[in-house]
């Protein structure tokens, strides 16, 4: 179950590797990089009877969204070791560990300059998912392999889309921070997470004739 730090700096600035190598040679749990996911950059799993403590981080991620969202999900599995059920996942206690861990790599300079400076902004109120910091996610987005998708957070309302070049829908209203989206085949809604890759057919001012 320990960590493999060979594959793991292959996803992580380099110089996070001390800093992580020191966090997680004192804590076992098993660290999962997987596939894309739409709803999720990364997740905690507690320990049950058969399974140990598990992070997973999607392999899709910049380096400095990996590291944050590594980092993210290490401070779950800190508050947990302490708590368990006791306090709210993304409570007090959480906010704490998260700015606690977050404020070493600040330190030590791993990130760029302008991203260190919206980082520290996030970090006064640390949110359950960074997907609702529309400023992270813009800077971070600078850090991506060039790619012809957008967020959905950057379509206008109106616009058609594709999701993962399977579905096509049309972009609606806001729900906290995702958005009601149409599917224009089968016309049923669904609530779809506005940092979610997509890719877009026609924008909201050539959209208008779509049919509803």
Same mark, same amino acid.
């Given at each position: 179950?320990?960590? /493999?730090?060979? $594959?793991?700096?292959?996803?992580v600035?380099?110089?996070?590797?001390?800093?992580?190598?020191?966090?997680?040679?004192q804590? @076992?749990?098993?660290?999962?990089? #997987?596939?894309?996911r739409?709803?999720?950059?990364?997740?905690?799993?507690?320990?049950?009877?058969l399974?140990?403590?598990r $992070?997973?981080? +999607?392999? /899709?991620? +910049?380096?400095?969204?990996?590291?944050?969202?590594?980092?993210?999900?290490?401070? %779950?599995? &800190?508050?947990?070791?302490?708590?368990? %059920? *006791?306090?709210? @996942?993304?409570?007090?206690?959480?906010?704490?560990?998260?700015?606690?861990?977050m /404020?070493?790599?600040l330190?030590?300079?791993?990130?760029?300059?302008?991203?260190?400076?919206?980082l %520290?902004k996030h970090?006064k109120?640390?949110a359950?998912?960074?997907a609702?910091?529309?400023n992270? $996610?813009?800077?971070?987005?600078k850090? =991506?392999a060039?790619?012809?998708?957008? #967020?959905?957070?950057e &379509?206008? =309302?109106?616009?058609?889309f594709?999701? /993962?070049?399977?579905r096509?829908?049309?972009?609606?209203?806001?729900?906290?921070?995702?958005?009601?989206?149409?599917?224009?085949?089968? *016309?049923?809604?669904?609530l779809?997470?506005?940092?979610?890759?997509v890719e877009?057919? $026609? =924008?909201?001012? #050539?959209?208008? +004739?779509?049919?509803?």
């Amino acid at each position: 179950m320990a960590i /493999n730090f060979e $594959i793991l700096q292959q996803y992580v600035p380099s110089s996070s590797l001390p800093i992580l190598e020191k966090w997680f040679n004192q804590r @076992a749990f098993e660290l999962k990089i #997987t596939k894309k996911r739409v709803t999720k950059f990364g997740d905690f799993r507690a320990s049950t009877k058969l399974l140990p403590n598990r $992070i997973s981080v +999607n392999s /899709n991620l +910049n380096q400095y969204a990996f590291l944050i969202t590594l980092t993210h999900e290490f401070a %779950h599995l &800190l508050v947990w070791l302490q708590h368990q %059920h *006791k306090v709210k @996942a993304h409570g007090i206690e959480w906010k704490t560990e998260f700015a606690t861990l977050m /404020n070493v790599l600040l330190m030590k300079n791993v990130f760029p300059e302008h991203l260190k400076i919206v980082l %520290h902004k996030h970090m006064k109120n640390p949110a359950a998912s960074s997907a609702r910091d529309v400023n992270l $996610i813009a800077e971070l987005k600078k850090y =991506d392999a060039p790619s012809n998708l957008l #967020t959905l957070n950057e &379509l206008e =309302d109106g616009s058609i889309f594709t999701l /993962n070049k399977k579905r096509v829908f049309k972009k609606g209203k806001k729900r906290r921070t995702r958005f009601i989206c149409k599917e224009i085949a089968t *016309k049923k809604e669904y609530l779809i997470n506005g940092v979610a890759e997509v890719e877009l057919l $026609i =924008d909201a001012s #050539t959209s208008l +004739n779509t049919s509803n």
